[in-house]
């Protein structure tokens, strides 16, 4: 597309946060301005990550829990979550955030795992080993972009060591970091409680997504860019549209300067 574009082409733009479908170093070799729909940021994902949550509780549980409403009288100590350990892997910006939505509710205990030990994290939780925060968890949150070493670290093996009540949350991996396959299987055995998945990239990272949609206990993040309702795809349309007019005067002033 780049070479059939030839050398008029000035901008690439995409309706999503990733580029892993885009050569972005041609494009930067060749003097191309990528636009990409805004980051989202980490208290948006963190408030996602409750959203999700809460449906998946009230659905698997038939009740409402008022514990989520921001003008809830409902104490911490008499919390749904108050008995519960929560385990996040990835404890970057991400990870800290949404952290701290669940201490604001009362869970009794936090994990983490990460490459490496985080130094002063904001909340403070303790780090611990990938199976330990496995077996003991009862909400697991993937927060992690997932590397290379981190791809399908929940496959059959991690689902076998997870409590069967246990609800597994992917807030921020993009699907990497679980095999659907196994997913799959382990929600319809009941192996494991639930499952909520970031889908912003429905088409590359869910396979399974058919079988999943039929499940009772497997949600989805509506994440703005995956809403395919008209008014939230004009948003973003109009977001990259705004961004590409931006790069297209830059380009054209700094010419100007040139000469």
């Avoid at 980490?42 to 998946?56: C, E, F, P, S, Y």
């Avoid at 009740?63 to 979550?81: A, C, E, H, R, V």
């Avoid at 992690?144 to 689902?159: E, P």
């Avoid at 977001?239 to 297209?248: F, I, N, P």
Wanted: glycine share 4%; aromatic share 8%; proline share 2%.
């Amino acid at each position: 597309v780049i070479n059939s574009a030839g050398s008029g082409l000035c901008v690439v733009a995409t309706l999503s946060e990733d580029t892993h479908h885009i050569d972005v170093e041609e494009c930067q070799r060749r003097g191309i301005e990528l636009v990409t729909l805004p980051k989202m940021s980490k208290d948006t994902v963190a408030n996602l990550t409750m959203g999700i949550l809460r449906q998946t509780l009230e659905d698997q549980e038939q009740q409402k829990f008022d514990i989520f409403d921001l003008n809830s009288n409902t104490l911490k100590s008499d919390s749904l979550l108050c008995e519960k350990t929560v385990g996040i892997i990835g404890y970057g910006y991400v990870g800290q955030a949404v952290a701290q939505r669940f201490l604001d509710l009362g869970v009794k205990d936090m994990l983490y795992n990460d490459l490496c030990v985080v130094k002063n994290p904001q909340p403070r939780a303790e780090f611990t080993n990938f199976e330990r925060l496995v077996s003991e968890s009862d909400i697991i949150c993937i927060c992690c972009k997932a590397l290379t070493q981190k791809s399908h670290l929940f496959q059959k093996d991690a689902f076998k060591k997870m409590k069967k009540d246990a609800i597994l949350l992917d807030s921020y991996s993009n699907g990497h970091a679980i095999n659907y396959s196994d997913l799959y299987n382990a929600l319809r055995e009941k192996r494991i409680c639930a499952a909520g998945l970031d889908v912003r990239d429905v088409n590359r990272t869910h396979p399974f997504k058919t079988n999943l949609s039929a499940l009772n206990n497997c949600y989805y993040f509506p994440f703005k860019e995956c809403n395919h309702t008209w008014d939230m795809r004009s948003a973003a349309s109009e977001s990259v549209a705004r961004a590409v007019v931006s790069a297209l005067r830059l380009g054209r002033n700094s010419e100007q300067e040139e000469r």
